[in-house]
């Protein structure tokens, strides 16, 4: 089930401009109307809270795209740990009765849409000036966008449980975002900011401000490659 779990979105799978969406009042009403016969028992999803809501997952996902798994990732230790979407705790306590949970379900999926639409605006206030060459653009740029895009993360995930997890995810999308290989993307976070978190631990600004990771550039010199080259303090 890979292929629904959240942690594994890359970029191109959730990048809104390749993916539209928009929900009014009649669609929300109508997916409302569609989501509720799927939805488990209360008794179903206390017992296996981890795969009774996958028919929600595949029916969202089928419909709208593979971004719609993030749908329950939620703040903390939900279904998925370490999440943002926070009208949606957990199987084991929101899913109560399907006209009560089915608008919940909804509300997560906009949530979690908001959030991924919140995150290209930054990645495109954050992005080189156009026509710069990502290579040839200046370390302080990297080191700033990283930084301010870590605090972001931290502050919607309220720096609970697992909360490091998604925002190296969110470091590597703005570095596809930016043309960088995902491999590339991947290896550039491990070095800048692998090891630096902790659940439940917000990173200092004033740490993040003032800290570098000498190896990291290092590495840059050595690859000629852009990156994150700040080391995010001794959380993140």
């Not at 060459?133 to 930084?147: G, I, Q």
């Amino acid at each position: 089930m890979s292929e629904l779990w959240a942690h594994t979105l890359t970029w191109a799978d959730v990048d809104p401009a390749r993916h539209p969406f928009e929900m009014d009042a009649d669609a929300a009403e109508e997916l409302v109307g569609l989501v509720a016969p799927l939805l488990p028992s209360s008794e179903v999803a206390r017992e296996d809270r981890w795969r009774s809501l996958y028919p929600i997952t595949e029916f969202l996902t089928g419909r709208y795209g593979r971004w719609a798994c993030g749908w329950n990732w939620s703040v903390g230790e939900g279904d998925v740990d370490g999440g943002v979407v926070e009208v949606w705790c957990c199987a084991s306590d929101s899913v109560t009765t399907p006209d009560a949970t089915a608008p919940l379900v909804v509300e997560a999926l906009r949530e979690w849409r908001g959030w991924l639409e919140d995150l290209a605006e930054r990645f495109a206030a954050l992005a080189p000036p156009d026509n710069t060459p990502v290579t040839s653009t200046d370390l302080w740029y990297w080191e700033r966008a990283c930084t301010r895009l870590v605090t972001v993360v931290a502050d919607r995930t309220q720096a609970e449980s697992g909360w490091y997890g998604h925002c190296m995810q969110a470091l590597r999308w703005f570095l596809a975002y930016n043309g960088i290989d995902e491999g590339q993307a991947q290896k550039i976070v491990k070095i800048a900011v692998g090891g630096q978190f902790g659940s439940w631990i917000a990173p200092s600004y004033a740490v993040t401000a003032s800290r570098r990771a000498p190896s990291l550039r290092t590495h840059q010199r050595a690859s000629a490659a852009p990156v994150c080259a700040r080391r995010i303090g001794p959380q993140c």
